[in-house]
């Protein structure tokens, strides 16, 4: 094999279809995929790819820091794409030490596990550190995030995410490891977990339930097809200039109320339902603690210096998600049973 790569966090959302498009897209590579399974993490969103040679699964935690060395011993890694997290802003609040643990003492014990590996002979080795544009902090009306905007993290996750930042930059400078660090803004499309907003809302939809809008909906986030970013880690992994950080995002900004809409709308159409049907299930319910007001990326420096660009529409890519949700139920049914109903009752009990 060419290259050895170790993927975190393969059998999660983005993960999943970062493995595929690494599976299928560079046979001459080995894939490992590296997750614990928590409730985000799925198997069944690869199995389309589970059975080709070039990709392994191991099931084990990031913050396993003996484990990590063997892992690197035994798989000669040389590459390394780094996603594994907690991700959610919510459970980040009522759970926040879980999200250090992982997202802190985890991307340094995947550091320190990197660099204990290849001391010595860095040449052709590269960490690639997946984080998010909520690092930045929160935008007024105006203005974007750069790759020069000053961290200003304001919820437990994001906080937490900075600091693993923080810990792959030290790296680099102290230890000299190689790494590239992209911070993208909110992804949406197949395999994403029914607690984030697009797919809680398409399933509380097609089950007539109510659409919980934080505050007045008037927050801004800019959306990214999933698909899109795992091509511009694709993109990133191979031209990206090492010590570098790179904004992914799709000029593609919504108010929540506005994105619900055409949610609504498009399920409507779907699912064969008189025009505002689904609007109907909107319920206003109290604002997240915190809550960003806006994020939005400037994501020229990857399209001049690397030449990605995002290559579906919004329309497009809801259509394409919600059709992927309708066709799956069974996925849908397996990952809201069991625990995810006490998380439902938690958060959204009061409606
Ligand atoms: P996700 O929650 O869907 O998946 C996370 C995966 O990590 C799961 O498979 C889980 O089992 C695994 N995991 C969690 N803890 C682990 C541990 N201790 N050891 C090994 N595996 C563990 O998350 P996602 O939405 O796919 O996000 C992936 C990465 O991308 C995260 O680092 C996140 O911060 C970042 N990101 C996400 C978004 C977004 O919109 N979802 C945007 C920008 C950046
Ligand atoms: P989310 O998908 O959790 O992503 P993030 O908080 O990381 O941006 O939420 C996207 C937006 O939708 C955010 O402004 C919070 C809002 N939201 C709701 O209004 N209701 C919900 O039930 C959820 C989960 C999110």
Redo the contacts with the bound molecule.
Sequence with gaps: MERSILI????????SHVVRLFVTKYPQYRIVN?????Y???LENLKDIETLPNYEFVK????DYARMLQIFTDYRVDGVIH??????VDRSITDPFSFAQ??VM?TLSLLQAAKESWKGNMEGKLFYH????EVYGSLENEGFFYESTPYDPQSPYSAS?ASSDHFVRAYGNTFKLPFVIT?????YGPN??PE?LIPLFINNIKNNKPLPVYGKGENVRDWLYVVD?ARAIDTVFHGGKNGETYNIGGFNEWKNIDLIRVVCRVMDEKLGRPAGTSEQLIAYVTDRAGHDLRYAIDAHKIMNELGWQPSLQFEEGISKTVDWYLENQQWLERVTSGDYQKYYNKMYGGI
Excluded: P, Y
């Design positions: 975190t966090g393969g059998a999660g959302f983005i993960g590296l997750d614990k399974l928590t985000a993490g799925n084990a935690d990031i913050c996603l594994a997290a907690e991700s959610h992982t997202n985890g997946v984080s998010t544009d995410k911070n993208c803004s909110n992804n994403q977990f984030k970013h």
